[in-house]
């Protein structure tokens, strides 16, 4: 249980330190990225999961022996992980790789490389909900005694992994500068299938539409919430607490209307629109 109560600052940001080190974070600044590199970048509890697990899919042709065998931090390591320099394979194939980092940190070595780049969005009111209880679970980040606590501080930008305002703007100003696609996790829920494709197409992977199936099905939240591969039950629950909440919870689209009062969605809003404004972006509250 190394580092649980320690935070790392790399570049303004709190980071977990069980999870960072100063060593394995500079390394991910410096890191090679090479043609054929596939590169998942979320905000945390924006569909990471999601997005490794359909990525492992489309590149097996809808198999699912290593989505159901390996697990999914090994098929997708992250690049700033204590862990990463051991996880990643050479071989045949792409290298997928995830990141939370922001895009001041990567995008200077990514716009000298000829990598892909996937960068999952989710609406801000459900990441909010989401990542309260992640740390709920999770014994290497702050505790909240209330939601409304932790609301104000994700409103602030004052969390582990820094301002969901300044990531989302910050990786979607690059996106004319890299080879890059972004999505949104409500994109995948209205239409699974269509999204899946959009991202085959991205990455130059024509499917035949028997093996789309086999994706669209593995990758439905019923399917991924039992998997134990993606579903972190493997991780002990001396780091993961799963008694306090499951990694895989909901996966909807509107769970913050159970959340917030109506006044925390007013205040919220206001602040959205400002922190947002000059940036196009639009986001689904709900799928009502």
Known sequence: MDRMSVTEIFNG????????????????????????????????????TWMQ????????????EIAMTVPNWERAPWLEHTYFKDTLKEGEGPRILTTHLPSNVL???LQNSKAKV?????????????????????KFLPDFNTFSEFLDRFLEGKVHYGSWFDHVKGWYRQRNNLDFLYITYEDLKKDLRRSIKKVCRFLGCPMYSKEVDKVEHHCRFPEMSQNMMVNYMLIPNEIL???????MRKGIVGDWRQHM??????AFDKIFQEKMSGCNLQFLWSLD
């Open 13 to 48: 940001i709190p980071l977990p330190g069980h999870l960072h080190t100063p060593e394995s974070l500079q390394y991910a600044q410096d890191f090679q990225f090479k043609e054929g590199d596939i590169l998942i970048v979320t905000y945390p509890k924006s569909g990471t």
């Open 53 to 64: 697990e359909i990525l492992t899919l489309i590149y097996s042709q809808g198999d699912t």
């Open 107 to 109: 995008a200077p070595a």
């Open 118 to 138: 996937i960068y999952l969005a989710r609406n801000p009111k459900d990441v909010a909900v989401s990542f309260y209880y992640f740390h709920k679970m999770a």
């Open 241 to 247: 607490d799963h008694d306090q909440s499951k990694f």
């Open 261 to 266: 009062t109506p006044e925390q969605s007013d």
